[in-house]
């Protein structure tokens, strides 16, 4: 048996809109993954939550604007911490244009409105080589 993917999903500094990120945290973990959640945290926080956690994912929801600045503080973050092999996914209401940008700075992916959470699910399983789902 191996043992669960360490996922830490958070909302970053004063955004609020917290209800989807919630559903997909226990939609992650009845799928077996191990999930942290934090809310109204710094990308400094952030970074320091995944390193004491030592989580494999970490997820950013964003809903009300500002997710540029977080992302770029948290990536440098992780890499001034070594961590530069976390996968590091978002969610939430950004645009297409900044959907690009964040790709191209190390975003694996962005699950915006109408995503599943099985599609987040899935992704990570696929990254990681495998489902990591709980015996029935």
Known sequence: M???IRVLLAKPTQ??????????ARKMRDAG????FTN??????????????????VGISSSSGGHMPVFEDLI?????NGLEDV???GGGVIPKEDQD?????????????GATAEAAIEM???????????PA
């Open 40 to 57: 109204f945290l710094l990308p400094s926080e952030i970074v320091d939550t995944a390193v004491e956690e030592d989580v494999q994912v």
């Open 101 to 113: 940008s964040l790709k191209k700075w190390g975003v694996k992916a962005i699950f915006g409105p």
């Open 87 to 89: 996968l590091l996914i």
């Open 76 to 80: 440098a973050g992780l890499k001034a």
């Open 2 to 4: 191996t043992d669960p």
């Open 33 to 36: 993954l191990e999930v942290i």
């Open 124 to 134: 990570i399983e696929t990254h990681f080589g495998g489902s990591q789902s709980s």
């Open 15 to 24: 955004d609020c809109h917290d209800r989807g990120v919630r559903y997909v």
